[in-house]
């Protein structure tokens, strides 16, 4: 393979790694947009119940950055007597009605009808 070639294959190389690095990092994944009346709103309209030690518990809550603090949390670890029909965490109650996993902010938005 000649210089040029090698050298056109790493320029474009290049910039696909970059296009890639650009799309994971700089554009935000769903609707992020947190704020305080929007944490108290879904706060006040639901329940999440969740698990000490629990990984996508955490990455749910990591979604509502300094306004966990709203949210009604019931830890199955310490309450699990408060846990009874929750199969796994984190599990959302919205409404009597139970939606289980990670949830988008804009889904809780929906539900919750903030």
Known sequence: MNKKKKDLIFNISAIVIFLILVYFL??????SNINEEVARCIGENSFIYVQTGCSHCEDQLA?????TKYLHQIDCVYEPEKCGGITGTPTWK????LYPGVQEIKTLKGLTGC
Do not use: C, R, S, T
């Open 94 to 97: 919205i409404e009597n009605k």
């Open 63 to 67: 979604m509502f950055q300094n306004y």
């Open 26 to 31: 700089l554009i935000p994944k769903g609707d």
